[in-house]
């Protein structure tokens, strides 16, 4: 089975700062999906950015940027000028390749950003 | 579209009674997704469906829970009798079976007393 860690249970930026939040997973599959979901206190899961195993490149979704290493099976978000909006839970969540496969989820990591 | 529709926001209830949240995924979409979150825990698939089928219950913690997906737009998860450990925020989610990624609902957070 498959398994999702972030080592960082809490985390903390400067406003307008750049933070990396940390992610790893396990599974002895080649194709699958990671996710990033934000949720911030009113619990809403928002899907932040995504990546397919295939794929080198790294997924960019305007401020939130992906360290994707497939052979180290990690995969952490980079939040580049963080903004008082991005205070949240952060999920990382893996997803088996195939027809609807559920998804695993990290503990997730409480970030907080300072005025 | 409106996105995922999950009813009540909240709910209060006393220990014994039954409890029903509903949800209503977004159209088009052929799989559900249970989950329940708390503190200790974290995330948790509770049980998921494909057409209105269930698919893999495993993650339903014991007989007192129970969902059903009676057609697409519609399904309930039921706790009966609910308990004071039930206490958490649940969430439905769905998605295409052509697509990854999932969608969720708002959550219900429930508080059993």
């Known amino acids: 089975a498959q398994t999702v860690t972030q080592s960082q249970p809490e985390m903390s930026v400067q406003e307008a700062e750049t933070v990396t939040l940390s992610c790893t997973y396990d599974?002895?599959?080649?194709?699958?999906?990671l996710f990033w979901y934000k949720q911030p206190p009113s619990r809403q899961m928002i899907l932040v950015i995504r990546?397919?195993?295939?794929?080198?490149q790294n997924a960019t979704e305007n401020r939130f940027s992906v360290n994707f290493q497939k052979a180290a099976k990690s995969f952490s978000l980079k939040i580049s000028d963080s903004q008082l909006g991005d205070a949240a839970m952060y999920f990382c969540?893996?997803?088996?390749?195939?027809?609807?496969?559920?998804?695993?989820f990290g503990p997730g990591t409480r970030l907080s950003v300072l005025p | 579209d409106a996105g995922v529709i999950q009813s009540p926001r909240h709910e209060v209830t006393e220990m014994g009674q039954e409890v029903t949240l509903r949800c209503k995924p977004i159209?088009?979409?052929?799989?559900l997704f249970w989950y329940r979150q708390t503190m200790m825990r974290g995330l948790e698939l509770l049980i998921y469906?494909?057409?209105?089928?269930?698919?893999?219950d495993s993650g339903m913690p014991e007989d007192r829970f129970s969902a059903k997906m009676p057609n697409a737009s519609f399904s309930t998860l039921k706790i009966q009798p609910s308990e004071p450990r039930d206490s958490a925020v649940y969430f439905c989610?769905?998605?295409?079976?052509?697509?990854?990624?999932?969608?969720f609902g708002p959550g219900t957070r429930l508080t059993v007393l």
């Open positions: 989610a769905s998605t295409s079976g052509k697509a990854d990624t999932q969608y």
């Open positions: 599974t002895s599959e080649s194709d699958y999906y």
């Open positions: 990546q397919e195993a295939y794929k080198q």
């Open positions: 969540a893996y997803r088996s390749e195939g027809y609807g496969q559920n998804f695993v």
């Open positions: 159209s088009g979409h052929d799989y």
């Open positions: 469906f494909n057409n209105n089928v269930p698919i893999d």
